[in-house]
């Protein structure tokens, strides 16, 4: 199976309309072998349309690309075969016990007897189901449900995996196990290209890409986007009333992103050096303001602010 | 197209089918409830019509006219009045539906071989009543006319209608049209709603989108998907035909082969439609609106509730449009009467053109939401 290529997967110029709507505009990038891909971007952006036709369910309108050395529009069935696909639908068949959902996948993909056997211990094993194993999918919490349909996805041993959105809708916790399960994959030599809209899932992984309106708008190691993108002072303001200084930031001139991280508020001030002065403006529009910071730009920070900037293009244009 | 991936899809589906206690329902449940409502409550023999007797002859004779419409089961005597007049305030409260009124003289009057008329008086406000009552109450009295001829020894005495019409049994004949129909009203409600059902449940839970990044193909899919349901109607099909037989008496006097043909040929487009509402449908409720929609206007039009015969000139055109139409007639005519295939070669041809475009059309459309 192996192609002795470098790159896992290869796309150019990857194009998909659907009627006059662009979904994905001409995408090209490449995914060593190897690496955990990050592949970003907001609801919509073209995220889950560029994983379908890397996986060959739908056929793209312009452009090509390669997955493990298969053509995904001459051969699809070949990248069929060759790779697994966890969505954040988990996919599993719920009426059915967690021994039929891998006796079936496995069945998909032709392995039986021995390898199956061993393939199946590995997996209970890896999504700590020993011993309920005749129980139905629909009675596992979301965690398991979300460990076995990781099993499913990788029963016959892909070398790529595709997750998109494996961890929406999942607890912190599980999201934490589970991204342990996948540095374990990696370690093992797996290629992973992952959708998330957690930013903070971004940093787990070894490159990225941003999509936005279809486009790609950066691509790189976290490191090299936010060298690469960011210029911006962003400031960190803890303050009493987060919702109001929200507002009343939004409408300010000189600011030019403010949003919610966690509990925090984030302010792009652009390259506006006196970053204290926010607080004082804030207080003298009568917000209580407890911290005020600049810090290091995290990869939301960047991403917001590249979100931002198409915006206000496309305002201008 | 490989063979075990085909087999691995019907262990699959036949698994979640077990486990499914609405599909279940619907697919053993259904057909046994619909073939006792059917077949008892619409085929159903007018029995115990409430009637009252005015014997204004009081002879012998007369009481047994009377008598006569009590040991036929179909009436019940609730009234003896003396008087005519009485009989209005009875119908009016629902006391009674149908009243016999002898005239005087009777039994003189047929000594004599004149013609007598007894009145037969019907409540016209249910008109299916009214008529089995009227039909039954003819049938009594030509009965009761024949057999004093045939004791008195007179042939061709007046007043009597030679016509034989003992053996004629509105309410057999009902079960017997009823029960073929069934058998094709209950393949298409398995084809089309369980058929829509299952596949929207799978793309609901996205196991269908997973399915497909797979080696499955869409033609292994459709096969395993589909054959199933198809052994499922091969069975419920089976049941009926045997309660239908054996419990209701119905009689076969057809052939196997055509009956088969007629329901392989049926099927497809019942599939087709099923298809279609699937790719139409995009939760399970949906779906079951969509086979709803279907089948309403299927059931009134085509001929499985009410004779085409007697639907308005302007809704008999429509009626071609409705596939089971062609089903019932190929079914019911060979069924009772043997009637084969050279009689019945138009309503073949029209079903295999309905289900080539209507199963080919959704197959088409359910391969390009796949594409999408």
Redesign the interface.
Known sequence: MRDGRANAVEVRGLTKR?GDFTAVDAVSFDVPRGEIFGFLGPNGSGKTTTIRML?????PSGGGATVLGHDVVADP?SV??S?G?M?Q????????TVD?NLR??A????IEGERFAARRRYVLDMADLVGRERE?TANLSVGWKQRLALGCATIHEPELL?LDEPTSGVDPTARRQFWELLYDLAETGVTLFVTTHYMDEATHCNRLAFIYNGRLIAIGSPQQIRDEHMTDQILEVEAGDVEGALAWLGERAGVREAYLSGAMLHVNVGERTDPCAVADELRAGGFVVHRCEPVEPTIEDVFVHLVGAQRREAADA | MSL??IG?LM??EF??FK??PLLLRLVIVMPILQLFMFGYVVGADVRNIPTAIVDADKTPMSRQVAAAFTSSGYFVVTANLADERAIQPLLDRNQIQVAVLIPPGLEADLARGRQVPVEIVVDGSDSKTASVASGYAAQILGSFNRKRVAALGIAGAPGIDPRTRVLFNPSLRAVNAMIPGLVALIMMLSMSAIMSQAVVKERE???L?????????RGEYLIGKVTPYILISFLQVAIIMLVGHYWFQVPFNGSVAVVGLGLLLFMFTALGQGLFISTISRTRQQAQQGTMFILIPTMVLSGFIFPIESMPAAVVPVTYLVPLRYVLVVLRSNWMKGAGLDVLWPQLVAMAVFSAVVFFAALARFRKR???
């Not at chain 1, 069945?107 to 032709?110: E, I, L, S």
């Not at chain 2, 989108?209 to 193909?217: A, D, K, R, S």
């Open positions: 659907f996986c060959g369910t739908i056929g069935e069929r075969r790779i696909y969505s639908k988990f996919a599993l068949f719920e009426d059915m039929e079936f996948y069945g998909v993909y032709g139905l595709f | 075990k991936r691995l262990w699959k698994t979640q486990r499914d839970r996205g196991t989108e997973q399915m497909f990044v797979t080696p499955i193909t796949l594409a999408d």
